[in-house]
């Protein structure tokens, strides 16, 4: 079981430079998520999608783009990256039910030079 | 505005020895709390969680979470930790109120334990 598969693990970029930020779930979950994480701030949600089609602000949104391509993708874009956005992305998922938790991807990990 | 707490950054525990990891919950109306682990380079990994009903909660790996209404506490629990239980540990609360969709996570607590 696949679970929730982000790409890539980790990547490098120059400051201005953009790039895409993959994950896909395999659990037909409805909502989907994207987060960074700093050391001593948690996780702090940028953007997150509740259906096929929508997609909203989260907490830190400013800087990134998302796209909700189907219901299995959810892409996070940093259009011209800056140093204060290195950090540790993670993508999750949920079932639209209140009682459910989130599945974890396992990260991407981004420096921004 | 909903939030949760874990007023400490790191836990120290001996092997074989019981442990707690705090967490306080800030909720209008009913919360609907949850707890996950993270190991290096890993993502967050669902532990337990407490909807409703009984106040101890059982979950994965042995954990187990007392929820406390009166002093609005979700503190994780383990009776004899292990070594491998060293880990970043989270507490979260799902929005009910304005939002289901999303989750406010606690800044978590690094647990250490000692052979």
């Known amino acids: 079981n696949a679970g929730v598969t982000q790409t890539p693990k980790f990547q490098v970029l120059k400051t201005g430079q953009s790039m895409t930020l993959q994950c896909a779930q395999d659990m037909n979950h409805n909502s989907m998520y994207w987060y960074r994480q700093d050391p001593g701030m948690g996780l702090r949600l940028i953007y997150y999608?509740?259906?096929?089609?929508?997609?909203d602000k989260g907490e830190v949104p400013n800087g990134y783009n998302v796209s909700r391509l189907n219901k299995r993708e959810f892409s996070l874009r940093l259009e011209s990256a800056a140093p204060s956005q290195t950090s540790v992305y993670f993508c999750?998922?949920?079932?639209?039910?209140?009682?459910?938790?989130?599945?974890f991807g396992d990260g991407t990990r981004l420096s921004i030079l | 505005a909903q939030s949760v707490a874990q007023p400490e950054d790191q836990v120290n525990v001996a092997e074989g020895n019981p442990l707690t990891v705090k967490c306080t919950y800030s909720v209008s109306g009913n919360p609907y709390l949850f707890w996950y682990v993270q190991y290096p380079n890993r993502g967050l990994q669902f532990l337990l969680k407490y909807i409703t009903g009984d106040n101890l909660v059982k979950g994965s790996y042995g954990f187990e979470a007392e929820f406390n209404k009166s002093q609005t506490s979700f503190h994780l629990k383990k009776p004899s930790a292990l070594v491998s239980d060293s880990a970043l540990y989270f507490c979260?609360?799902?929005?009910?109120?304005?939002?289901?969709?999303?989750?406010?996570f606690g800044s978590g607590t690094k647990l250490n334990v000692k052979p």
């Open positions: 999750a998922s949920s079932e639209a039910t209140e009682t459910q938790p989130q599945h």
């Open positions: 979260a609360v799902r929005d009910l109120l304005y939002n289901f969709n999303k989750f406010y």
């Open positions: 999608s509740a259906s096929e089609g929508t997609t």
